[in-house]
C-alpha cells in the first residue's frame, strides 16, 4: 500500500516529514544533551567520587570550553568543504556513532592512583574529545539539517520543537536523577565510580543508538536535486555572513539568549538560601519552574502556527518583562516568585524551541544574497559565539559576587551582596529580556520568506534550462 502524500503548507510548500521522522531527528539533541548535560555536572563526580582537586576541575573544565568554542569553526569549514554523496549532514552522525559511546563512558573512567599531571592530561583530554570532537561534529551538521532536511518553515517550527522537547527530557533526568540513580546503583545506597559508570554506559547506548537511527531518517531531502554550495575560503565566508543582517542580528540574540539561560540555571542556588532564607527551596522553585516550561512547549506549536515565529516571541518576552519588573518592585517575596517569576521562565522556552528554525531563515537569505547557504560557517559561527556567551554568563555570578566581597561562611550577607544577587538574578535577565525582544522585532524576514524563496527557486530554475 502506498503511503500517503504530504501536502503543501501554509505558503505552498512541499512537506516531506511524517511523525516518525521528527522523532528520529529530535533523537540528535537527545544525545547533544546528553553530552553537555553530563559534563556540565562532572564537577560533583571529579571532586566527591573520584577526589580530583577543585581547582583541576574547574581549570579542566574552563579549557575544555575555549577549544570547544574555537572548533566549531574549524567544523563548520569542514562540513561545508564535504563531498559526501549522502550529503553534508548526515555522513557526520554515522561517523561520530561509536566515538559519542566512547566520549560519554570515557568521562567517567578515570583511572584511579595517576599523578596529578596524568590525571589533569586525563581529564583535559576526555572533555576536549567529548565537547570540541565529538559533540561539536553532531552539532554542527545538526543545527544546518533543518535547512536541509525541508523547506517548508512548518515543518522546520516543529522540528525545533520536537527537538528541545527531548533536549529536555534528558537534561531533566540528568540534573533531577543522576544523583539518586547513581546512589541507587552504589553499595549501601551510596554511589561510587561504578555506579557513575553503569549510568553513563546506559545513557551511552541510548546515544549511539539515536546516532545509527538520525543517519538513517536524515536524508536531506530539500537540497536532493540542487547544486551543492562550494566550499569558500574561511575568511571569504564570514565577512559574507556579517553582511547578512540576519545572520547578524540572530547571532547578538544568540548571544544574549545563552547569557540569560547561564545566569537563570545557576542563580537560583544563591537566590534561595540568602534572599529567601532557605536553600532547600531550590527543589520548590524547580518544580514550579516545570509548570510554564511544559506550558511554553505545549504553546509555542500553536503559537506558531497562528501567529508566526516574530509574534511568537515578541509576545513571550513582554510576558518576561513584565514580569521580571514585577520581581524588581517585590525581589525577597517567595509568592511573587512563585508566580510573576514563571512568566520568565515561560518566555525563554519559545527561544529555545524556535532559534534552529531562525538559524535556517538566515541561512536561507545568505542564499538570496550570495548564491551560497554557507550552511556550515553560518551554523559554527553562531555556535561559536553562544558558547563563548554562555561561559561569561556563569562567569558573571563569580564576578558579581566577588565585586560585593561575598562571603559564604556567614550568616547574613550584606546589601552589596544581596543587591549583588539581585543583579544576576533579576535586573540582568530583565536587561537581557528587552534586547532580546528589540532584536526580534527587526527579525522581519518571515514575513519576506515567501517573495524570497520564489526569487531564489526562480534563479535556479533560470541557470538549469542555460
Not at 556513532?97 to 570515557?106: K, Q, S
Not at 564576578?399 to 538574578?425: H, Q
Amino acid at each position: 500500500m502506498a503511503r500517503k502524500e504530504l501536502g503543501l503548507d501554509s505558503m505552498g510548500i512541499q512537506k516531506t516529514m511524517r511523525f516518525g521522522d521528527y522523532m528520529a531527528d529530535a533523537g540528535g539533541q537527545f544525545t547533544l544533551n546528553a553530552i553537555s548535560g553530563l559534563v556540565g555536572a562532572i564537577t560533583y563526580f571529579y571532586t566527591d567520587k573520584v577526589g580530583v582537586a577543585a581547582l583541576t576541575a574547574a581549570n579542566v573544565l574552563l579549557v575544555a570550553k575555549i577549544i570547544d568554542a574555537f572548533t566549531d569553526l574549524i567544523m563548520g569549514k569542514i562540513m561545508d568543504n564535504g563531498k559526501s554523496p549522502k550529503g553534508k549532514c548526515r555522513p557526520w552522525f554515522l561517523r561520530m556513532a561509536i566515538p559519542t559511546f566512547i566520549a560519554i563512558v570515557a568521562l567517567f573512567t578515570v583511572p584511579k592512583g595517576m599523578s596529578n599531571a596524568g590525571q589533569f592530561a586525563y581529564l583535559l583530554g576526555t572533555n576536549v574529545f567529548a565537547s570540541a570532537v565529538v559533540y561539536t561534529a553532531i552539532s554542527i551538521p545538526y543545527i544546518s539539517l533543518l535547512v536541509m532536511r525541508t523547506k517548508s518553515l512548518e515543518e522546520r517550527n516543529k522540528m525545533g520543537i520536537f527537538r528541545a522537547a527531548f533536549g529536555y527530557i534528558i537534561g531533566m533526568i540528568i540534573a533531577i536523577a543522576l544523583v539518586p540513580i547513581t546512589n541507587a546503583l552504589g553499595p549501601n545506597g551510596v554511589a561510587d565510580q561504578a555506579a557513575y559508570i553503569k549510568f553513563a554506559v546506559v545513557v551511552a547506548l541510548i546515544a549511539m543508538g539515536l546516532m545509527f537511527l538520525i543517519y538513517r531518517k536524515s536524508e536531506e531531502k530539500a537540497v536532493a536535486e540542487e547544486k551543492q554550495d562550494d566550499g569558500l575560503p574561511f575568511f571569504q565566508a564570514l565577512g559574507m555572513l556579517f553582511k547578512n543582517k540576519y545572520w547578524v542580528q540572530l547571532l547578538i540574540l544568540g548571544l544574549f539568549t545563552a547569557v540569560t539561560y547561564a545566569l537563570t540555571s545557576a542563580s537560583g542556588t544563591y537566590y534561595a538560601k540568602w534572599i529567601l532564607g532557605n536553600d532547600n527551596l531550590v527543589a520548590l522553585l524547580g518544580g514550579v519552574g516545570l509548570i510554564p516550561t511544559f506550558l511554553g512547549f505545549a504553546l509555542v506549536g500553536p503559537m506558531t502556527k497562528k501567529w508566526g515565529i516574530r509574534k511568537t516571541l515578541l509576545i513571550c518576552f513582554v510576558l518576561g518583562i513584565a514580569g521580571s519588573v514585577v520581581r524588581v518592585f517585590f525581589p525577597s517575596s517567595l509568592i511573587v516568585l512563585l508566580t510573576a517569576g514563571m512568566l520568565p521562565t515561560f518566555a525563554l522556552i519559545p527561544m529555545m524551541c524556535l532559534q534552529s528554525p531562525m538559524n535556517s531563515l538566515a541561512v536561507d537569505y545568505n542564499d538570496y544574497l550570495f548564491d551560497n547557504k554557507i550552511i556550515g560557517m553560518s551554523a559554527s559561527a553562531s555556535s561559536f559565539g553562544g558558547k563563548i556567551a554562555s561561559g561569561i554568563g556563569g562567569s558573571l555570578i563569580g564576578w558579581i559576587l566577588a565585586a560585593a566581597n561575598y562571603d559564604p561562611s556567614v550568616t547574613e550577607v550584606t546589601t552589596s551582596v544581596r543587591y549583588g544577587i539581585y543583579t544576576f538574578s533579576i535586573y540582568l535577565p530583565l536587561a537581557m529580556l528587552v534586547v532580546m525582544f528589540l532584536l526580534v522585532y527587526r527579525f522581519d524576514i518571515e514575513s519576506k520568506y515567501a517573495d524570497i524563496m520564489k526569487e531564489v527557486h526562480a534563479r535556479k530554475a533560470a541557470r538549469s534550462e542555460e
